[in-house]
């Protein structure tokens, strides 16, 4: 991580003059073009990402789809002023949290991008080696279940062990019922401090606890999962309603376009 000491340096030469760096400018406005750049020392091609607009996953992939095999994403201290964001960020994509058997919660409200931001740590970690598997809370618990109807729950849980990282998105989008909470307290148990796992969820923690329907099972649970975890809030706008268009009549009734549909 390079760190543009903008406001320690130039802020007072420029005041809130617009730094335009080709991606984007203190405005926050985003170049419609994603132009690659090559290197001739090598094949890389690489795609000047600033700050924000990472979170973007349609922006991200015009880059891609244009040759783009190296994603530099560039900040600077403006963003943060004088916080430890960046720092707090480069960490978690390097894992160290996982190496440690951390668990990570990404909270935050529907389309603000928490998924994407789990997809990204979890490609940084693979990179690195590291085995991370992902899927839905409610697809994870069907997977338990079968492994409980056969008997296997034993063997099912041993061989995630192997899997230092596992991410559940869409947690606690349902209610658990006890069944599945028994099975969800056998796999946390098994992985507390010594594998991670990472939480993504529309809902804050304070309200997870009257999800499940056992209160003592639920208790146990959370005790394992929050109190070692690192916390992302996912703040913003919907990026969803963003990218959606104005309503049209059509034939005097109103409808809505959007690109996603």
Not at 79 to 85: L, P, R, S
Not at 104 to 127: E, P, R
Not at 212 to 230: E, S
Request: hydrophobic share 40%; net charge neutral.
């Amino acid at each position: 991580v390079e760190i543009f000491p903008y406001i320690r340096y130039l802020k007072p030469i420029l005041g809130d003059a617009m730094l335009d760096f080709g991606g984007a400018n203190s405005s926050l406005g985003i170049d419609k073009e994603r132009k690659v750049f090559s290197n001739r020392f090598n094949k890389a091609k690489m795609a000047p990402i600033i700050c924000y607009e990472s979170i973007y996953g349609e922006y991200v992939t015009d880059y891609v789809k244009n040759g783009a095999n190296l994603l530099a994403i560039m900040t600077n201290d403006s963003w943060w002023d004088n916080t430890e964001g960046h720092k707090q960020l480069l960490s978690y994509a390097q894992g160290t949290w996982v190496h440690k058997g951390e668990n990570m919660i990404i909270a935050g409200k529907t389309g603000v991008g928490k998924t994407f931001l789990a997809g990204a740590l979890a490609h940084s970690l693979c990179m690195q080696g590291v085995s991370v598997r992902y899927q839905r809370t409610s697809d994870w618990l069907i997977e338990l279940g079968l492994a409980a109807a056969r008997y296997r729950t034993g063997q099912k849980i041993a061989g995630l062990r192997k899997i230092p990282l596992l991410i559940f998105d869409e947690w606690m989008r349902d209610p658990i019922t006890v069944e599945q909470s028994r099975l969800l307290l056998d796999l946390i148990d098994d992985r507390y401090e010594r594998c991670s796992l990472m939480l993504v969820s529309q809902f804050d923690v304070k309200h997870w606890h009257e999800r499940f329907d056992d209160p003592t099972i639920a208790d146990a649970i959370l005790d394992r999962l929050v109190h070692n975890a690192h916390r992302i809030e996912a703040t913003g706008e919907s990026r969803r309603r963003r990218t959606s268009k104005p309503c049209e009549t059509v034939n005097g009734e109103a409808s809505l376009r959007s690109d996603n549909q």
